[in-house]
Nanobody, 128 residues
Framework: QVQLVESGGGLVEAGGSLRLSCAAS????????MGWFRQAPGKSREFVAA?????????DYADSVKGRFTISRDNAKKTAYLQMISLKPEDTAVYYC????????????????????WGQGTQVTVSS
């Protein structure tokens, strides 16, 4: 069984920065791509960023966060990160990390249906 625990959310002013962490249990963290999604009140869950397995050589980002968010992973610590800079009020949401259903170093998933394990979420609030 895989458990994912997010941390690092909070309240920040527009233009500020936060780094989210996603700590995973289990022995297979390195083998699977990881993703971040977010859900704002009244909206559906949306893709934010994803990183391939092992060295994380493949990444993908939603257009709305490109150039501001960076996804990374530390396999020794079994942790994925989402560094967020230049935050905007529209980034306000609950952020979830997730593990891809399929191990791959060559692709990442951008659909929530491609992920099978999810964390409980961490709230990010950006004030204007």
């Amino acid at each position: 069984q895989v458990q994912l625990v997010e941390s690092g959310g909070g309240l920040v002013e527009a233009g500020g920065s936060l780094r989210l962490s996603c700590a995973a249990s289990g022995r297979t963290f390195s083998s699977y791509p990881m993703g971040w999604f977010r859900q704002a009140p009244g909206k559906s869950r949306e893709f934010v960023a994803a990183i391939s397995s092992w060295t994380g050589g493949v990444t993908d980002y939603a257009d709305s966060v490109k150039g501001r968010f960076t996804i990374s992973r530390d396999n020794a610590k079994k942790t994925a990160y989402l560094q967020m800079i230049s935050l905007k009020p529209e980034d306000t949401a609950v952020y979830y990390c997730a593990r891809d259903r399929s191990p791959s170093s060559l692709r990442v998933g951008v659909q929530a249906s491609e992920y099978d394990y999810w964390g409980q979420g961490t709230q990010v609030t950006v004030s204007s």
